[in-house]
């Protein structure tokens, strides 16, 4: 009997295995990583400029890579919006022009580095029913007054339930640029990608009050896999 051939064998196996390991890179950071390219493509006769061509493109790539990631499925699951590290977790009041009110409410706050990846995803599914964009300041993403002071974009999902969950996109020093390609109206699933943050940032999620929050401040978070707290 033949041996039908093995469609994961030797080029295809590595192209398989490839598209497995590095992650894609978001559109949003297309138009970098082809400046670097296009610097070696000029410099290719001069060394240093061909390396720095190539090392631009590089470490565009990996900031703008969009790794594949799977959501709970249990109910009332809220996932962490971006990968980084929990800098703050308390209660505060939500940003004041969705205009929910100065109630405080159980807050998480998650830092990303330029190492971490910068996509934002959908901490629960549900219908976008405001999205509001605040100038302010470039202060370091780190530290307390920034969810107050500094440049932000605030989006407010209702979930199938009513709960309401609020996701603020926060500029960091380096950051000048918060892309939110979310609009009133629109209908997220938990886990889908709407936006990022170049380069440096934070992201705050504002819970309903009551909320239990099941992480801590140190924890690593993984954006649209971390459960940070079950909606009762």
């Given at each position: 009997m033949a041996r039908?051939?093995?469609?994961?064998?030797?080029?295809?196996?590595?192209?398989?295995?490839?598209?497995?390991?590095?992650?894609?890179?978001?559109p949003a950071g297309l138009p970098f990583v082809s400046a670097g390219l296009g610097l070696a493509l000029v410099g290719r006769n001069y060394r240093w400029l061909r390396r720095a061509g190539l090392l631009a493109a590089g470490?565009?790539?990996?900031?703008?890579?969009?790794?594949?990631?799977?959501?709970?499925?249990?109910?009332?699951?809220?996932?962490a919006p971006a990968?980084?590290?929990?800098?703050?977790?308390?209660?505060?009041?939500?940003?004041?022009?969705?205009?929910?009110?100065?109630?405080?409410?159980?807050?998480?706050?998650?830092?990303?580095?330029?190492?971490?990846?910068h996509v934002q995803r959908a901490p629960v599914s549900g219908?976008?029913?405001?999205?509001?964009?605040?100038?302010?300041?470039?202060?370091?993403a780190d530290l307390a007054a920034a969810s107050d002071d500094n440049e932000r974009t605030s989006m407010l999902i209702r979930t199938a339930d009513g709960a309401q969950i609020v996701v603020v996109q926060i500029a960091g020093m380096l950051a000048r640029r918060i892309v939110c390609d979310a609009h009133a109206g629109d209908k997220l699933s938990i886990g889908d990608t709407y936006g990022l943050i170049r380069f440096g940032s934070r992201l705050d999620t504002y819970l309903p009050a009551g909320t239990e929050v099941l992480v801590?401040?140190?924890?690593?978070?993984?954006?649209?896999?971390?459960?940070?707290?079950?909606?009762?």
């Open positions: 039908r051939p093995d469609l994961k064998s030797g080029p295809q196996r590595l192209v398989a295995l490839l598209r497995s390991t590095v992650p894609p890179v978001h470490a565009c790539a990996g900031f703008f890579r969009h790794p594949p990631r799977v959501p709970p499925t249990r109910p009332g699951a809220v996932v990968d980084g590290l929990i800098c703050v977790v308390d209660s505060a009041a939500p940003p004041a022009e969705l205009e929910l009110g100065d109630t405080p409410l159980p807050r998480v706050s998650i830092f990303l580095s330029l190492l971490d990846a219908e976008v029913i405001a999205v509001q964009h605040r100038p302010g300041r470039f202060g370091s801590s401040v140190g924890q690593r978070a993984v954006a649209g896999e971390t459960v940070l707290a079950e909606l009762t």
